[in-house]
């Protein structure tokens, strides 16, 4: 069985009462923040933070990758990411779940 890898807690910089904010490195928080306001406005059920954001890898020239969750055609799709990219100072990598969910074989929720 493989080992479960280390959860970090950070200093919440900006107390800005979004759920799980201390999970997030301090570098990103903002970007968090931002991303959660502005897809409260739009039709996105949860967002999921990956990737180096949630440990001691992050860096100033690290990504915000983000797992979407919500059912949403293309217009409306696009129309949200470009709402986030513009609220996000720095590269974000969005997936939809819907997408991952249709690659039979790949991932099975």
């Known amino acids: 069985m493989g080992r ?3 959860r970090y807690r950070f200093q919440n910089i900006y107390q800005s009462g979004i759920m799980n904010i201390d999970r997030i490195h301090p570098l990103q928080q903002k970007n968090v923040i931002n991303v959660v306001r502005e897809m409260q ?3 996105v059920n949860k967002v999921v933070v990956i990737g ?3 440990n001691l890898r992050c860096n100033p020239w690290s990504d915000l ?3 979407f969750y919500g059912d949403l055609d293309g217009f409306h799709r696009a129309h949200t990411e470009m709402r986030i990219l513009s609220v996000v100072d720095g590269i974000v990598d969005i997936l939809w779940m819907q997408d991952i969910k249709k690659q039979t074989g790949f991932l099975r929720i």
């Open 4 to 6: 479960r890898k280390k």
């Open 41 to 43: 406005k739009l039709n």
């Open 52 to 54: 180096s954001s949630l």
């Open 65 to 67: 990758d983000l797992v």
